[in-house]
């Protein structure tokens, strides 16, 4: 019995678009970094073109989520898969993975989880609550776990196949992702690091001048 069918459009239509999303993201992110590219559609607005990335990113989400279940509604099932005690996991691998979603969503907020400091919206701390004292990338394991729930719940062998695909996208764009953003905190903090040096010089020097003023009228 084969566990894939191959001439089904709907699987490398979803294939190519869960391909085709962290690709497009990332470069999209770095040419605002670059050149404001989406800051300067929006009139100069960072936050307004943080808000359209993030309503095109949110979109293709729901996009690529509707054609990975096409996908799996034309492909053949596993048999082994149908038993409860996977139907149970599917359940709540559904569950942790969207509540890791959300809750990140929710601790983030819209410019914190769509990429708002390549707009040079930045975070004023390191979020460190619920679920970032999990793990350190909540959205991609909890988007990987919902792939995978979805997956067990159709009893799709094709499934479990683009889970794993998922997951090795998420962890080669946290290559590119992580380093990145970690360099714009860095110049941040280097920033107001050499602006607080600056203002206690300038103090500094003031607080001199003073005493020489002082010392001079006695």
Not at 10 to 36: D, M
Not at 153 to 179: N, R
Request: aromatic share 14%; glycine share 8%; hydrophobic share 50%.
């Amino acid at each position: 019995m084969s566990f894939v069918d191959l001439q089904q459009p709907s699987l490398w239509i979803a294939t190519g678009s869960i391909l085709f999303n962290p690709i497009f993201w990332n470069i999209v992110a770095r040419q605002e970094f670059k050149n404001k590219i989406l800051t300067k559609l929006a009139g100069g607005n960072a936050y307004l073109g943080c808000y359209i990335l993030a309503l095109t990113i949110f979109s293709l989400g729901i996009l690529r989520d509707h054609l990975y279940k096409v996908a799996l509604e034309s492909q053949p099932k596993l048999d082994l898969l149908a038993y409860t005690e996977f139907k149970l996991l599917a359940i709540v691998s559904f569950v942790v993975g969207g509540v890791l979603v959300l809750s990140s969503m929710w601790a983030l907020g819209v410019t914190g989880t769509y990429l708002g400091d390549y707009f040079g919206i930045l975070m004023d701390e390191k979020v460190e609550s619920f679920p970032f004292n999990v793990t350190a990338n909540p959205m991609y394991y909890g988007s990987t776990l919902s792939f995978l729930g979805t997956a067990l719940w159709y009893e799709s062998p094709v499934g479990l196949f683009l889970t794993v695909i998922v997951f090795i996208e998420y962890k080669i764009a946290l290559l590119f992702e992580e380093p990145f953003t970690a360099n714009i905190y860095a110049a941040r903090e280097a920033a107001r690091a050499a602006k607080g040096s600056s203002k206690a010089l300038t103090n500094g020097s003031a607080t001199s001048s003073g005493v020489r003023r002082a010392g001079g009228d006695l």
